[in-house]
């Protein structure tokens, strides 16, 4: 099992900055894609950004130009950089990692609320 621990979130206002972490921690797996996804009060789950262990990255629309996924694979870290923010971004994310090919993992979620 991977284990993923996030940090980052927090109260900004809108056209404010965030950025989150997420660590992965154990040992004899292979990366293969992380990447972060967030839910809203009654909505369902949905990709923000995700980077492959070739470095191809994928933004949704709604984030593309304003978010930027980062990582350190020394560290087995992925960053989000949160930019311009919105009210609508306000959701909880969460860190996503696939790994070992058929396996996910997935973070506790941080909470990240852009007041208008």
């Known amino acids: 099992q991977v284990y993923l621990v996030e940090s980052g979130g927090g109260l900004v206002q809108a056209g404010g900055s965030l950025r989150l972490s997420c660590a992965a921690s154990g040992s004899g797996f292979s990366i293969n894609r992380r990447g972060w996804y967030r839910q809203a009060p009654g909505k369902q789950r949905e990709l923000v950004a995700h980077i492959t262990s070739g470095g191809i990255t994928t933004y949704a629309d709604s984030v593309k130009g304003r978010f930027t996924l980062s990582r350190d694979n020394a560290t087995n870290t992925v960053y989000l950089q949160l930019n311009s923010l919105k009210p609508e971004d306000t959701a909880v994310y969460y860190c996503?990692?696939?790994?070992?090919?058929?396996?996910?993992?997935w973070g506790q979620g941080t909470q990240v609320t852009v007041s208008s």
């Open positions: 996503n990692v696939r790994y070992n090919l058929l396996r996910d993992a």
